[in-house]
Nanobody, 114 residues
């Protein structure tokens, strides 16, 4: 069974960048759709970016033009590059299949604040 471990969160100023990584304990090669989700305090978890196959990407409006999702199947790793971060991006970020069907990891906290 695949397990997911996210990393790369932290505190960043508005306008800054972060790169999140998601390492899978098993192969994600066979999981066609993978995505990054986030959950802000008091809000439901939402899908912010997804990748279908090796390179077909899709983004929620909140991340278009600022977020970039990629995957390295050889390393069993999913990435999320986040640029021009805003305070409203503050949340706990998770990776999972799309639709989600793997046990959720702990997720790194991303805090955007001056």
């Amino acid at each position: 069974q695949v397990q997911l471990v996210e990393s790369g969160g932290g505190l960043v100023q508005p306008g800054g960048s972060l790169r999140l990584s998601c390492a899978a304990s098993g192969s994600i090669f066979s999981i066609r759709g993978m995505g990054w989700y986030r959950q802000a305090p008091g809000k439901e978890r939402e899908l912010v970016a997804s990748i279908l196959g090796p390179s077909l990407t899709n983004y929620a409006d909140s991340g278009k033009g600022r977020f970039s999702i990629s995957r390295d199947n050889a390393k069993n790793t999913l990435y999320l590059q986040m640029n021009s971060l805003k305070p409203e991006d503050t949340a706990v970020y998770y990776c999972n299949a799309v639709p989600s069907r793997i046990s959720w990891g702990q997720g790194p906290q991303v805090t955007v604040s001056s």
